[in-house]
């Protein structure tokens, strides 16, 4: 709280920054950055990838949601550090998944999004769902879904996701 | 006849009476003796500097500082149970500050908590651990406050406590029980590292004041290594400050010396992150310690034997995912709400964010450490002057007392964790307690 600076201190920053290698979207990338640097940042900032999107940066509403070897994971509070090593997909390279195919177009065939800003985040913790189950209950639905929609979609995605839900031998075949 | 024998028998009391009401008054409003009494100081730049980092090690700031306040001016309020008080100015101003005081004058505040006059200080600053100041360190101390602080003329604010409880004398009387009254001096069986380690950790660091648990009249129960009480882990201001002994669930057992030097060096290992009152000390005062004394911290505190009994059957990891349990109460909660940072695992990630199986708050017995972090969350932790990415967000307006006390209980009996269940009426309390509107917030910050 109390932070007065009697005696500047500056950041060492120098020894902060790292270079690392990232597996994305079955790419490789090299990164310079720290590593506590959230995910989310450097898909963003440093890889111009922006279809992930910050929204409150303390893991509660989930707008930043990508995959991190098929787990669905929060990007502003995943340092980057932790996936070295490890497979990220992010919502520019979805439909490239099976199940992240069936579950876009079910959110078309329903027209879930209507502002769209926390739909990635959404299609990222469906399709993490389905990967681990692919016929959830109700409760497993509640427990996945809970990013966060201000404009409501709500209704749109328990339809969608519901029916996924409902229908998985038959759209797995396809 | 009567009467006479009464008259003899108190003219007889009488004498004693009066040479012990002297003596007593004597006792609690004399000037105690400095060894600084006939000195003049000279300081140079190095001493000042010295000061500086004494002033680090001792983390004056912390209470004598508000934020975007002149450093040292005083002000930060603490409720004790007889009313508040405020911490006062001790920049070099002479109407408002400490400008007047001689060395001597100083050695008696910070050392012997006896202000210019007699005035006994209350224990709030904590004069009983800074006793253990050197002599050398004092003069770097003064040195410091007199020539490397910005005067600042800010008036202090007098306490509200009521006569009678208001009269200082019965301090006097507390501190011959309870404070120490020499400074610290080296055990010859150890060695010079241990020996600074000792010093730092009860002297200026005067880390006892928060972690070691209190008596009946509001005094620390041990001022060293001597009494198993010391650093044994206690309530204060609605945290618990955790056993910095060898326990193995709730203290520093499974810490390695290098890890506690982390600790104080970057807020953070593999273990815990800093928060609640730690923030504070870490934001101000252990980052700025030199490596050597940090180092010299682990080895002393690695010393301090655990408790079995105490502390219970040692902690042992257990691998469960929290989405394998969505029956129990609260693990709907942990999944959605915790698990994002936390792990389904509950370990956390690596040392960003803190690991919450096996960690000190969902291991001890109390619980409001991880009930307060819960409704309020963690305040920002600075390192090298860099704001941390990752902070606990506070839930108070999102959960329910029933919903915190149930995603608690779940945490604190699962993956080997033995800290049990949470009662919804203890949450209850502690979000009274920690409203800044409530009545009878906690605004106490006995450091």
């Not at chain 1, 390279?93 to 329903?110: C, L, T, Y």
């Not at chain 2, 007199?146 to 501190?175: C, E």
């Not at chain 2, 000190?360 to 409001?368: F, V, W």
Request: net charge negative.
């Amino acid at each position: 709280m109390h932070c007065p600076a009697y005696n500047d201190e500056t950041p060492t920053d120098d020894q902060r920054v790292n270079a690392m290698e990232l597996r994305i979207n079955q790419k490789t990338y090299q990164v310079d950055a720290d590593a506590d640097t959230p995910l989310l940042w450097v898909i963003r900032d440093d890889l111009g990838m922006t279809g992930t999107k910050y929204g409150c940066g303390l893991a509660q509403c989930g707008a930043c949601s990508v995959l991190v070897d098929g787990n669905v994971v929060r990007a502003c509070v995943t340092p980057v550090a932790g996936v070295v090593g490890r497979e990220v997909t992010t919502i520019e390279a979805i439909e490239a998944d099976p199940v992240g195919k069936r579950v876009v177009a079910a959110w078309v065939e329903h027209q879930v999004a209507q502002c769209g800003y926390c739909q990635s985040g959404q299609v990222m913790a469906a399709t993490a769902l389905l990967k681990h189950t692919p016929a959830p209950s109700d409760e497993q639905i509640s427990a996945a879904m809970v990013n966060l929609c201000r404009c409501g979609t709500y209704n749109a995605i328990h339809a969608a996701v519901h029916e996924l839900a409902a229908q998985p031998a038959a759209k797995e075949s396809v | 006849m009567k009467n006479s024998r009464l008259v003899t028998t108190t003219r007889w009391l009488a004498l004693p009476c009066l040479v012990a009401a002297g003596l007593l008054a004597w006792y609690v409003t004399r000037e105690v003796t400095s060894p600084f009494e006939q000195e003049t100081p000279s300081p140079d730049q190095a001493l000042i500097a010295r000061g500086e980092y004494v002033a680090r090690l001792s983390d004056c700031v912390a209470c004598h500082s508000l934020p975007g306040k002149a450093p040292f001016a005083g002000g930060l309020e603490m409720a004790t149970p007889l009313g508040a008080i405020h911490a006062t100015n001790i920049t070099p101003d002479r109407k408002n500050g400490i400008g007047s005081y001689s060395l001597a004058d100083f050695d008696r505040a910070v050392r012997h908590g006896v202000a210019p006059g007699g005035r006994r200080l209350y224990p709030a600053m904590p004069y009983p651990s800074y006793a253990k100041l050197s002599d050398d360190d004092m003069r770097a101390l003064y040195a410091f406050f007199m020539k490397g602080v910005q005067p600042s003329d800010q008036a202090n604010i007098p306490s509200d406590i009521p006569w009678p409880l208001n009269l200082r004398w019965p301090i006097a009387l507390w501190n011959g029980l309870f404070a120490a009254d020499k400074p610290y001096a080296e055990k010859p069986t150890e060695d010079p590292l241990w020996n600074r380690g000792a010093y730092i950790v009860q002297g200026p660091g005067h880390c006892g004041s928060c972690h070691t648990p209190r008596g009946l009249a509001f005094n620390e129960k041990a001022l060293d290594d001597s009494g198993e009480a010391f650093l044994a882990g206690a309530l204060l201001d609605g945290w618990y400050a955790p056993s910095l002994r060898q326990d193995h669930n709730t203290g520093l057992g499974r810490w390695s010396e290098p890890e506690i030097v982390q600790f104080l060096k970057t807020g953070r290992n593999k273990h815990a992150v800093v928060y609640g009152s730690m923030t504070e000390a870490f934001n101000n005062s252990t980052q700025f310690m030199s490596d050597d004394d940090l180092g010299a911290i682990a080895r002393y505190l690695k010393s301090l034997p655990g408790d079995p009994q105490r502390d219970g059957a040692p902690w042992q990891y257990q691998a469960m995912s929290a989405a394998t349990r969505l029956d129990a109460p609260g693990a709907h909660s942990y999944v959605t709400r915790c698990a994002s940072c936390h792990g389904l695992d509950g370990q956390g990630q690596a040392e960003w964010i803190p690991p919450l199986a096996g960690a000190t708050s969902m291991l001890a017995k109390e619980n409001a450490s991880a009930i307060n972090i819960t409704l309020n969350g963690s305040q920002r932790v600075v390192a090298a002057g860099v704001p941390d990415a990752y902070r606990m967000p506070a839930l108070r307006e999102q959960m329910s007392d029933q919903e915190i006390a149930e995603v608690l209980s779940f945490v604190r009996t699962t993956w080997g964790n033995t800290g049990g269940a949470v009662d919804a009426k203890a949450v209850a309390k502690l979000r009274e307690h920690t409203d800044p509107a409530s009545s009878s917030p906690i605004v106490l910050h006995m450091r």
